[in-house]
């Protein structure tokens, strides 16, 4: 074997680096001893279950695309590295002699939705007790705490004194921050890397500014501790001596609620998936997927074609496009804005997913030192919990900056902003911050939610879920991954795992 198509360990791939017909499987089958070279052939099977009677491969009545048999197998094939994406790779990449490949369309992990929010970790205090977008909020707040607490104890950087890794509500309870921006950091020490997750739990309020507003505060604060979540009111006293320059009528305190450096956490699942054998594969584009039985058992065809050579202007991607395929009896969708596009490759048509875009702007703040501001500070948000309110989050460095707003778009990669909606941020803002000058709001990036509800719609859940009922076992799609995603990535790939533990 020529060296040419050994990839280096260390280095993130492209299926597609090399010349097309040699589709560095040759380095994918050697990084893994459960990564298989293709022998078999392949049979498809159409979305009621029925097994074609030939045994040649021939195009389904979902698939639009001729598919030829695959080039080489995996036990999990993972569509999308996102911050989501990455961390069910990760996750499953802990088990003992299984390969999973992990699919990214960008020429980097991480540039869609993950890298384009508030970078908050929420409390988990705002949606339906029952509801997924709660119970996975939660448990991924315990969880990624824990995992920035633990590793912080080997932090030499670290200057907020935290006695223990934490798992409950309780530990953090009393905790006010004395003074911002003092970082923790949470370090890992692979060989040869040292990596940093870096993390304030600053805690926020949530401020009313009239009376129905402050009922709602009551109702949060009853409904937070419910679901065993703390929250607190302040006095008027405490208010003002904490956050002279906030006007509010009552706030409610939420002080679990943290913000951290989402780029390092997923520099660290990025690195942990792959120092397990994982392999992540860029610029790489799921075309299109076949249910089909492979070999001894049922699985999927997933052709993945050349990003930079897909032409997404077609209804259906460009058959010109380099390609190549991969069998796996596990798929799972993890395609943020086009999890929906993922998903009905396969479905039929009376049960596709529908994804609604509704981009987020931020709007950055010139002289935010004057604001003095030390806690993030949301309003109380909309009924529709279409969003949480134009709220204003500090990052690490202390940078102030406001939004999400919300704004329903018709394309999942529109990220322009346009400048007019200053006076939104303004008046929005003001009503909490009424030292807030206009012209120090300068427009400064936008992020696109993945929504499940339409404009006039109901709150809708996260979806995750193996699609059995649709006749496609090992199939798993996660769609409507919007917020707080982000906090619940870690619960929501130990749900994934544990969906797929026999598999
Ligand atoms: C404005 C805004 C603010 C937010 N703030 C917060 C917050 O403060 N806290 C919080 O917890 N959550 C927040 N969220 C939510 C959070 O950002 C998301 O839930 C999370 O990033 C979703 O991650 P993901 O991996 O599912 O999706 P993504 O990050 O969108 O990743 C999906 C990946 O799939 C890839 N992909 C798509 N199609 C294909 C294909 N055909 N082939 C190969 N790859 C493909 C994409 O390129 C992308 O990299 C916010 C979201 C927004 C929009």
Known sequence: MSDAFNIPKRMTTSLFRFSFRHYNTLSLLNSHPSKHACDHSFNIINSSNKRNSSSN??????????????????????????????????????RQGKSVLLVEKNSRFGEETSSRNSEVIHAGIYYPNDSLKTRLCIRGKQLLY????????????TRINYTSSITTDSFVSDYIPSHPFILSSSTLSPPHQKLTIPFYRIGKWIVSRTDDQSSY?????????NIGVKTYF?????????EPNVKANEVLVSPTTGIFDSHSFMSWLEWMFRDKGGDLVVNSEVTNIIRGNYGSGDGYIVEISDADSVDRSLSSPSSTAPKTR??????????????????????????????????GHYFGYRDGGALKVQHLIYPVPPENLKSLGIHLTLDLNGKIRFGPDVLYINKPDDYK?????????????????????KEGLYADYAGI????SGLDEPFKDFVIKEEVEHGLKGFVNLSGIESPGLTSSLAIAEMVDNMLIDR
Do not use: C, T, W
């Open 417 to 437: 902003i346009d400048d007019k909606r200053r006076d939104i941020f303004f008046e929005a803002v003001r009503n909490y911050l009424p030292g807030i000058k």
């Open 217 to 225: 505060l009551s109702s949060l604060h009853e409904k937070s501790r």
């Open 234 to 242: 302040l006095s008027k006293e405490q208010q003002q001596l904490l």
């Open 449 to 452: 939610r993945p929504k499940l």
């Open 326 to 359: 991969v069998f796996s009896p596990v798929v799972v969708n993890v395609a943020g804005l086009y999890s929906d596009r993922i998903a009905n490759m396969l479905l039929p048509p009376e049960h596709h997913y529908k994804l609604y875009y509704v981009k």
């Open 146 to 157: 824990s995992l920035l607490f633990s590793q912080n104890q080997d932090s030499s950087s």
């Open 57 to 94: 491969i021939s195009p389904s009545s979902n698939s639009p695309l001729m598919i030829s048999a695959p080039e080489f197998s995996v036990d999990y094939l993972i569509i999308g590295a996102g911050v989501v994406g990455l961390a069910i790779a990760e996750r499953l990449s802990k």
